[in-house]
């Protein structure tokens, strides 16, 4: 069977990598389309070596489209995803919009695939967020073995985790710098070039900001209820890939040893973690990767049964594009056949 599928958002960040890895991994396609702003109709974006001409998302009728890959922003999806969905299209939404939705579920294939049932009370399944994504997958095989209670998690997050612009504002300012020029301002809070901001999204009442409590809600609903975790989410210099200092507290006990073992078979996780200098990983290698790769795992002495580690991946793929194709491949394989049947 070969679906028609959507990608909405296609001149993106986000939209580019979903259209490489549908292709990368012979998702089952009849027909590609790409959809963004009427500011982006007749460009073209590449799946494959094929160019495709980009249409607008305002004038597309989704009938006959089986699945859309949303990732044009919040406020797009909260227009456009139930239309595609009442059109017949199942949606696959990257934006923060619908994630707590409780008649959509949040889906990180390795991690809760059974809750991918969910999808046809509202049509749409919810994609995390890049930091949450890979956060999770590394949790989930030491939750199951040993229960976390509480987490405590850094994040050190990449310029493309806020679209093209970020990735245009760190070359920009870059460049600036270096040749003597004043610095331009017009996407982040404060300069990136050269600094770390701990601010990502909006702040919120209780001094997080929203980018912090969307790990931790996302978590708990992807993993489980009764964990706690207080983030700290931080923006720094690196186009691509994400990285988190993470703390564990655990109910039962765990040695750096096990966790390295039950890591080191775990779906989607890479183990990189000797103690010299190639023995960890950081974000420029993580880039392009599939994996989410997990380095430095110690035990943590300040807390009974602690473990410290530091999680990396792409953001673009296992954060977003990645995850979202999984989530269709998932789809493909689990449910659309049987319908079909
Ligand atoms: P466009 O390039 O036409 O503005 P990024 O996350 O890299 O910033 O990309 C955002 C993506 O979302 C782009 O493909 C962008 O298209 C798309 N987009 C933004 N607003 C809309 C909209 N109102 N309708 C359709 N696509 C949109
Ligand atoms: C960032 N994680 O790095 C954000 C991008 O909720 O989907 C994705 C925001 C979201 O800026």
């Not at 259209?19 to 396609?29: A, D, M, Y």
């Not at 799946?47 to 489209?65: C, M, N, P, Q, S």
């Amino acid at each position: 069977m070969t679906y028609k599928v959507a990608v909405v958002g296609a001149t993106g960040v986000v939209g580019r990598e979903m259209l490489n890895i549908l292709h990368e991994r012979k998702f089952p396609v009849s027909e590609v389309v790409a959809l963004a702003s009427r500011r982006s109709v007749g460009r073209d974006v590449m799946f494959g070596d094929k160019h495709i001409k980009v249409k607008a998302l305002d004038e597309y009728d989704f009938r006959g489209t089986d699945i859309a890959l949303f990732s044009a922003g919040g406020a797009t999806s909260k227009e456009w995803a139930p239309r595609a969905a009442a059109q017949g299209a199942i949606v696959i939404d990257n934006s923060s919009f619908w994630r707590m939705d409780p008649d959509v579920p949040l889906v990180v294939p390795e991690v809760n695939p059974d809750a991918l049932a969910g999808y046809t009370k509202k049509g749409i399944i919810a994609n995390p967020n890049c930091s949450t994504a890979q956060l999770v997958v590394a949790l989930k095989p030491l939750h199951d073995r040993a229960k976390i209670t509480r987490a405590v998690v850094a994040t050190y997050q990449s310029v493309s985790g806020a679209g093209n612009e970020g990735v245009t504002e760190l070359e920009r300012q870059t460049k600036q710098i270096l040749v003597n020029d004043p610095v331009v301002r017009e996407k982040f809070t404060k300069q990136i070039a050269f600094n770390v901001i701990p601010h990502i999204d909006v702040f919120m009442d209780d001094g997080y900001t929203k980018e912090e409590w969307k790990m931790t809600a996302e978590t708990r609903k992807i993993l489980d209820p009764k964990i706690k975790l207080t983030a700290t989410c931080v923006r720094v210099p690196v186009f691509i890939g994400h990285s988190e200092a993470v703390h564990l507290e655990f109910e039962n006990p765990i040695s750096a040893e096990e966790a390295r073992e039950i890591l080191s078979t775990a779906p989607g996780v890479q183990v990189l973690d000797r103690r010299e200098d190639a023995g960890y990983i950081t974000p420029l290698e993580c880039a392009g990767d599939y994996n989410t790769f997990v380095s430095r795992i110690r035990e943590d002495f300040t807390v009974e049964n602690g473990l410290a580690m530091w999680i990396v991946s792409d953001n673009l793929r296992k954060g977003a594009a990645l995850n979202a194709v999984q989530i269709a491949e998932a789809l493909a394989a689990r449910h659309l056949k049987k319908q079909a049947a």
